[in-house]
Structure formats: structure tokens, C-alpha cells
T-cell receptor
Framework: DAGVTQSPTHLIKTRGQQVTLRCSPK?????VSWYQQALGQGPQFIFQ???????QRGNFPDRFSGHQFPNYSSELNVNALLLGDSALYLC??????????????FGEGSRLTVL | DAKTTQPPSMDCAEGRAANLPCNHS???????VYWYRQIHSQGPQYIIH???NNETNEMASLIITEDRKSSTLILPHATLRDTAVYYC????????????FGTGTRLTIIP
């Protein structure tokens, strides 16, 4: 049973560029959440997708956008990259209605470095 | 979601029980206590959660005080692989699934 998979694992961009990160949820899961983790900090919630719609959003600017596809996979897009966007980006999946909404399954993350 | 307070770091000898405390004095009646851990360079991993009764699974035990204002995660026989950052999170078990992470406790298992 495949867990949450993310790609790419590492990438380097320059300021002003755009980046797309991808996530495939755990088999059977229908909800995907994205988190940003800066060095030495805990993960911070960016947004969550369910039924191909953004259902909840954290305190992140509109430069951060996402998408969920019919197969439940998801993309995170960041435009006009800033140095401060350098972080580990984590994808987490879950199943709506399972009654344990705090039990998320995380991927290994995509480490983005902005130069 | 209620805020949690954890010590920044702890050490524990290999083979001993590791007891990680968490304060959540503003917890509401419908909020659960969740524990996650993050091993270096990996994504967070769910450990256990509970409402008011003590809970145990194959990974750990969770002890919640009667007033629910604090809890302790217990790793009964710590191994070197338990070295990680441990996060205590409080959230309601319905509605949004957003987890609010603090900075956690960095647990180091000493050989």
C-alpha cells in the first residue's frame, strides 16, 4: 500500500520564478493538505483540498495556490518566489468522514531552496 | 484550537521510558490531544490521540490528567530510532483537519 508520495524531493529556484510541487495521497484517501516547514520550526498549514476545491486556507498570500485532480492527487504552486519561501513543503492526506480528522499521513516532503 | 506548551528538549537513556509532557490548559471539551513525531528529514508521523481516557497503542501510551489541562506521552522502552521532534497538538475531532504545530520537544535517546 503506497503511502503519500511527493515530487520532486529537492529543487533549487531563483527569486521571482514559479514552482509546482506534486503530491499523490495514500491509497483510499480523498483529502490533501499542504504544509510549509521552515528550518527549526513546526509545519505551518497552507491549505486543504477536498472534492477538487480548496476547503480551508491558512495565513499564506495568494502567491500560493493549489489544485486537486479527480484522482485526488494535488499540486502546490508558488509564484514570484521569495528567499523566505525556502522551506520543506509537506503534503498530508486523510479520508473525510473517517471520524479521526487529526490523523494525517504525511509524505517525505519537497525541499525548496530559493536563491 | 487550544495552544500547547512543551519543553524544547529532553534526553533519555536507551531502554528506559521516555516521558514527554505537554500543557494545554485552555483545552475545550470537544478537543482531542494528538501526538506526532518527526524524525530528521522525514514527514511527521502520527503516534496517538485521546480525549480524556488514557490510550495505548503499539507505539506509545498517552496519559491525560483528569482536568485535561496536561498530558504525557510515554515511549516505554526508548530506542535510538525514537530520536525525533515530538509535537503535541490539540484539535477538535470534527470539521477542519488543520493541525497547528508548535516547535515541539526534541527528544534525544542516549546510547
Amino acid at each position: 500500500d503506497a503511502g503519500v508520495t511527493q515530487s520532486p524531493t529537492h529543487l533549487i529556484k531563483t527569486r521571482g520564478q514559479q514552482v509546482t510541487l506534486r503530491c499523490s495521497p495514500k491509497s483510499g484517501h480523498d483529502t490533501v493538505s499542504w504544509y510549509q516547514q521552515a528550518l527549526g520550526q513546526g509545519p505551518q498549514f497552507i491549505f486543504q483540498y477536498y472534492e477538487e476545491e480548496e476547503r480551508q486556507r491558512g495565513n499564506f498570500p495568494d502567491r500560493f495556490s493549489g489544485h486537486q485532480f479527480p484522482n485526488y492527487s494535488s499540486e502546490l504552486n508558488v509564484n514570484a518566489l521569495l528567499l523566505g519561501d525556502s522551506a520543506l513543503y509537506l503534503c498530508a492526506s486523510s479520508l473525510v468522514g473517517q471520524g479521526r480528522t487529526g490523523e494525517l499521513f504525511f509524505g517525505e516532503g519537497s525541499r525548496l531552496t530559493v536563491l | 484550537d487550544a495552544k500547547t506548551t512543551q519543553p524544547p528538549s529532553m534526553d533519555c537513556a536507551e531502554g528506559r521510558a521516555a516521558n514527554l509532557p505537554c500543557n494545554h490548559s485552555t483545552i475545550s471539551g470537544n478537543e482531542y490531544v494528538y501526538w506526532y513525531r518527526q524524525i530528521h528529514s522525514q514527514g511527521p508521523q502520527y503516534i496517538i490521540h485521546g480525549l480524556k481516557n488514557n490510550e495505548t497503542n503499539e507505539m506509545a501510551s498517552l496519559i491525560i490528567t483528569e482536568d485535561r489541562k496536561s498530558s504525557t506521552l510515554i515511549l516505554p522502552h526508548a530506542t535510538l530510532r525514537d530520536t525525533a521532534v515530538y509535537y503535541c497538538i490539540v484539535k477538535a475531532n470534527f470539521g477542519n483537519e488543520k493541525l497547528t504545530f508548535g516547535t515541539g520537544t526534541r527528544l534525544t535517546i542516549i546510547p
